[in-house]
């Protein structure tokens, strides 16, 4: 086998970049790159690890033998080893031996700038080139007007594991498969985007992909990296959009991954009270160190860049933001000016999203943020952090809790419903229905339901109906669009027979055509994060346990009046107050027979009265179906 030559892909500009923390491409020189040097093809390597004396390539190539193909310190204390093996072609498997100073600590590491990565269990990392021809140009073309502040923004998020299953051969549904299956379903269901759980590789499944050892390569259990690239080029030919988990708030102690990588704490901060996490047994990211800094957000660019991401679901913001989080007393050490903020955290995310939007723009960042951690969707140039959504959980916790109540006692608990609209403005918030609320004990949407079979799903598709009209975006977990009975099941495909019954054919048909209204009714979201788009008419009927409010686009034309019944009684000629004088036609209710409802609908136009009520000039009657939301138009 032929030996290391020496050679560099890195300039002095880039290594000034590293150590400032201002490389962004990182992924570009890291890792293992087939090229030609001299007129041999082969491979280079390069990997960070300041605190080693000695790094060899080990892998199928030298029968995994240490000390045969040594890589070369720079000499400019970047910390980086590097060489060009002649010979190693695509699909070698490969590690780094590391022999530390420290006390001669010696491992045998993953690349954590790999491509490709063995199929769990195994753990090795896999030389690639895909070499991938996209077609998606017209998407990215025209996507910023599908990924805008103004445009409807429905969320499919999906476990890509556990969304279908090969019945016959018991196996995951491949990327290739996906791109037929669940592209063609998220159409049909009208939804614009579809959010993946983390699909970086990861060694244990029980983690859902949040445990990441291989941050920049697609999981190898559902095919390889070009294949997941056909997968979003699939989506995008269809124009939905792509939106990944990303996890730079921990990673796992796995010997291959990460931590204490050269014998050091080189990725993870070394004091405990900020390098590891309590509830996930983790190690937490050193946010102040400029390398790697600048390896987060090289592997945010990456995805964007090498994968055509349409935007980044950043996880567990609020594990990062707070020194405090879940720590006790003593625990944590407060940072320069006595407070619980994590600075270098703070700064790291304005950082990251200056630097996707800069090069970006079209793209979205969105943090699930569970804090009043102030101006988290504000730009950094007004002192905010930067993203473009937050992930809005007071409401999900309010709307569920107010939801599982028997109808009866919801009188008494209105402001649960509408306490929401007192703060939804203050950022630009994301409505989430996601897997964090289908687990561990706490049914599934549909399980959280009062009353019989017919109320369960009636307050199903009013709870969605009430989503549907509220300001913010929206995201819905996968089998919740059709009333998943059991709590989702990491290890089980979806409940898909439930679709030969009835009910769950009707909820599922009711989803598809709000999503398709939500998508052809401006008013609902060109403002959908401005207090110009939403006006409340009554909040406080708790007798009827009635809200009814206007949502406004652009156009004045485009206003739709929504009531909400929260009892299954329907009630007739119920009074509401407008401001103007024309006509009012139902365009929407949930209460339809198509949708499994009792079909208590407005068959005719319904004239506006000179009279007055909820404080407003005019007002007309209408029905309110039981357990049902009703959308109305104005005519002039």
């Known amino acids: 086998m032929d030996k290391v030559i020496t050679y560099s892909l890195f300039t002095d500009f880039d290594i000034d970049l590293f150590k400032a923390g201002k490389h962004y491409k990182l992924y570009e020189k890291f890792g293992s790159h087939i090229i030609t040097v001299n007129g041999k093809k082969g491979t280079y390597f390069a990997v960070w690890a300041p605190t080693a004396k000695q790094v060899s390539v080990i892998g199928d190539f030298n029968h995994w033998v240490d000390g045969g193909h040594q890589l070369n310190v720079r000499w400019d204390s970047s910390g980086i080893w590097e060489g060009f093996i002649p010979s190693i072609e695509k699909g070698t498997s490969y590690k780094y031996k590391l022999h530390s100073n420290n006390k001669g600590y010696i491992s045998e590491k993953a690349d954590p700038y790999a491509r490709r990565c063995e199929h769990p269990p195994k753990t090795a990392s896999i030389v690639w080139d895909d070499n991938y021809k996209w077609k998606d140009n017209n998407w990215l073309k025209t996507r910023k007007k599908h990924n805008a502040l103004d445009a409807p923004y429905s969320v499919y998020e999906v476990h890509l594991g556990s969304w279908k299953k090969h019945l016959e051969e018991d196996r995951f549904l491949s990327y290739v498969e996906l791109a037929d299956d669940l592209v063609n379903y998220v159409k049909e269901m009208n939804f614009t985007h579809v959010e993946l759980m983390p699909i970086m590789e990861f060694p244990y499944d029980p983690s859902w992909g949040y445990q990441i050892t291989g941050y920049f390569?697609?999981?190898?259990?559902?095919?390889y990296p070009e294949e997941f690239k056909y997968l979003v080029d699939k989506l995008h030919e269809n124009k939905i959009g792509i939106i990944l988990d990303w996890v730079p708030s921990h990673f796992p102690e796995d010997a291959h991954g990460l931590g204490y990588f050269?014998?050091?704490?080189?990725?993870?901060?070394?004091?405990?009270r900020k390098g590891y996490h309590p509830d996930w047994k983790s190690l937490i990211f050193n946010y102040g160190r400029n390398e790697v800094r600048s390896f987060l957000i090289s592997n945010a660019i990456f995805w964007l860049d090498q994968y055509h991401a349409d935007g980044l679901r950043v996880d567990a913001v609020a594990s990062m933001l707070f020194l405090d989080y879940s720590r006790e007393d003593g625990e944590w050490e407060p940072n320069i000016y006595g407070g619980k903020e994590n600075l270098d955290a703070v700064s790291f995310f304005k950082e990251l999203n200056e630097e996707v939007y800069k090069s970006f723009p079209d793209v979205q960042t969105i943090a699930e943020e569970s804090t009043a951690f102030p101006m988290v969707?504000?730009?950094?140039?007004?002192?905010g952090l930067g993203f473009g959504m937050k992930w809005m959980m007071g409401w999900m916790h309010d709307t569920l809790e107010y939801f599982s109540k028997d109808s009866i006692y919801r009188k008494y608990h209105q402001?649960?419903?509408?306490?929401?609209?007192?703060?939804?403005?203050?950022?630009?918030?994301?409505?989430?229905?996601?897997?964090?609320?289908?687990?561990?004990?706490?049914?599934?949407?549909?399980?959280?339901?009062?009353?019989?079979?017919?109320?369960r799903f009636a307050n199903l598709r009013l709870l969605y109906g009430y989503m549907f009209t509220h300001p913010g975006t929206k995201l819905l977990f996968m089998g919740s669009e059709f009333g998943q009975y059991d709590e989702w099941n990491f290890e089980s495909s979806l409940d898909w027979n439930l679709l030969n019954f009835y009910p769950h054919i009707n909820t599922k048909k009711y989803f598809s055509s709000l999503n398709k209204f939500y998508k052809t009714t401006p008013a609902l979201y060109e403002k959908g994060f401005s207090n110009e788009g939403f006006e409340w008419i009554s909040y406080d009927d708790t007798e009827n346990s009635v809200i009814s409010y206007i949502r406004k686009g652009n156009h004045e034309e485009n206003?739709?009046?929504?009531?909400?019944?929260?009892?299954?009684?329907?009630?007739?000629?119920?009074?509401?107050?407008?401001s103007r004088k024309g006509k009012l036609k139902e365009v929407f209710n949930s209460d339809c027979k198509?949708?499994?409802?009792?079909?208590?609908?407005?068959?005719?136009?319904?004239?506006?009265?000179?009279?007055?009520?909820?404080?407003?000039?005019?007002?007309?009657?209408?029905?309110?179906?039981?357990?049902g939301m009703t959308i109305l138009k104005f005519k002039l």
Request: aromatic share 10%; glycine share 8%; charged share 20%.
């Open 377 to 383: 969707s504000k730009p950094t140039s007004m002192g």
């Open 559 to 578: 206003d739709v009046l929504v009531i909400c019944n929260f009892t299954p009684t329907k009630i007739e000629n119920y009074r509401v107050g407008v």
């Open 594 to 627: 198509e949708f499994g409802g009792s079909n208590v609908v407005n068959t005719r136009q319904i004239t506006i009265k000179n009279q007055s009520w909820n404080h407003r000039e005019f007002s007309a009657e209408l029905i309110l179906p039981p357990l």
């Open 217 to 223: 390569a697609p999981t190898s259990r559902f095919g």
């Open 262 to 272: 050269d014998g050091s704490n080189l990725y993870e901060h070394p004091d405990k």
């Open 415 to 455: 402001n649960e419903i509408t306490f929401s609209l007192a703060y939804a403005f203050t950022e630009n918030f994301m409505l989430p229905l996601s897997h964090d609320e289908v687990v561990y004990g706490k049914k599934s949407i549909l399980g959280r339901m009062p009353g019989d079979e017919w109320q």
